[in-house]
């Protein structure tokens, strides 16, 4: 049974650099193929994807947010963790991790879900 | 601005077929799978076709997806209350060399 969790702040001030975690069980990240990555949903809007990181340790990054993220993995605690610089009021959102198949392309299981507030 | 375009809202009356358009271009449904996830409210998305017009464990036969060039379609036949529901279509995009999500697609039962 796959299961991720996110967590970090629910609420930052603009300016302040942002980090979530997101632990998962299940399934190993050093599995060949497997990935986990973000993505977003301000209220009431669309998902944006924003970070992958895979078994290799390939990274990709939305190119609109690139110079703000960076997403790592510590394969031992079963965690992936994701940082976003300069956080604005735009930045408000639920951010959810998810497994990434590599080869299917595709997010499988779906954590549940952290609301980040961006308010001074 | 997602580049995968879908028609914001979509209804139907219980019983009914219902589709829901996915307009891409030649760098993402092209050359690309189309994956479509359904987000019930106040919960996280949930994966309901995969690989055009795969259904994953679980999911009923009255899901069904479809691609054809850089567009692709999910169908919904024998609409229930249950369905209403937001609909994301997503595909990998190759010049982005990542994932794209569709705008998004709200599905009232009337």
């Known amino acids: 049974q796959i299961a991720l969790k996110e967590s970090g702040p629910t609420l930052v001030k603009p300016t302040q650099t942002l980090t979530l975690t997101c632990t998962f069980s299940?399934?190993?990240?050093?599995?060949?193929?497997?990935?986990v990555g973000w993505i977003r949903q301000p209220p009431g809007k669309a998902l944006e994807w924003l970070a992958l990181i895979y078994w290799d340790d390939d990274k990709r990054y939305s190119p609109s947010l690139k110079s703000r993220l960076t997403i790592t993995k510590d394969t031992s605690k079963n965690q992936v963790v994701l940082i976003m610089t300069n956080m604005d009021p735009v930045d408000t959102a639920t951010y959810y991790c998810?497994?990434?198949?590599?080869?299917?392309?595709?997010?499988?299981?779906w954590g549940q879900g952290t609301l980040v507030t961006v308010s001074s | 601005q997602s580049v995968l375009t879908q028609p914001p809202s979509a209804s139907g009356t219980p019983g009914q077929r219902v589709t829901i358009s996915c307009s891409g271009s030649?760098?993402?449904?092209?050359?690309?799978?189309v994956n479509w996830y359904q987000q019930l409210p106040g919960t996280a998305p949930k994966l309901l076709i995969h690989?055009?017009?795969q259904r994953p464990s679980g999911v009923p036969d009255r899901f069904s997806g479809s691609k054809s060039g850089t567009s692709a379609s999910l169908a919904i036949s024998g609409l229930q209350s249950e369905d209403e529901a937001d609909y994301y279509c997503?595909?990998?995009?190759?010049?982005?060399?990542?994932?794209?999500f569709g705008g998004g697609t709200k599905l009232t039962v009337l």
């Open positions: 998810a497994t990434h198949l590599e080869w299917f392309r595709l997010f499988e299981s």
């Open positions: 299940g399934f190993s990240l050093s599995t060949t193929a497997v990935g």
């Open positions: 030649s760098s993402n449904i092209g050359i690309n799978n």
């Open positions: 690989s055009d017009n």
């Open positions: 997503a595909a990998w995009d190759d010049s982005l060399k990542g994932p794209l």
